[in-house]
């Protein structure tokens, strides 16, 4: 299921929040989630938010950017840049209560994925399996905040990852 939320702000909303819950099962057998590095659940962001175009990828450990940010975890990774003049940005927020922590797989080149399944391909050790049995369920849920603002405010992936956890929760 998806929903999507107004956070509220001062005069105006803060940012929209798109919840994202989806439940994995199969009464037919068992399925497996394996080792991907190009897996998850991602988004794409406009050209000119690119790296290369000026636009920074910050992740809550205060790394940037591509070469710092790939390949780590943290609570969220925020994707902002400048489209017509207006500053803008996209968090996505992998659900703390999910089956463990994502990998980020950060691009200058504008992708940005959280991924929980990439063992292998991010940090180089056994590959991950995750075997769902038949008549189990598997939940795996994220969000992504979108927001703009006058100027470039680094505060606002936080603030979107809060407005994340009021809404969805643990």
Known sequence: TYGIHAIPGDSAPLGYLLVQDSVFSSDKGSFVFGDQEEM??????????NVKEGGLILDSEGRRNQDEVWGKIAKWCDYSGTIDGNS???????NPGNFKPSWFHARDYGVLLAN?????????????????????????????????TEERDDSMPEKGFQ????????
């Open 40 to 49: 998850g659940f991602a988004f794409r962001v406009a050209t000119p938010m």
């Open 88 to 94: 803008v940005g996209m968090t996505l927020i992998p």
């Open 163 to 170: 407005a994340y956890l009021n809404i969805a929760g643990e």
């Open 116 to 148: 929980p399944f990439g063992r292998k391909a991010y940090t180089g050790g056994e590959a991950s399996a995750v075997e769902i049995k038949k008549g189990e369920e598997f939940r795996y849920r994220n969000g992504v905040f979108i927001y703009s």
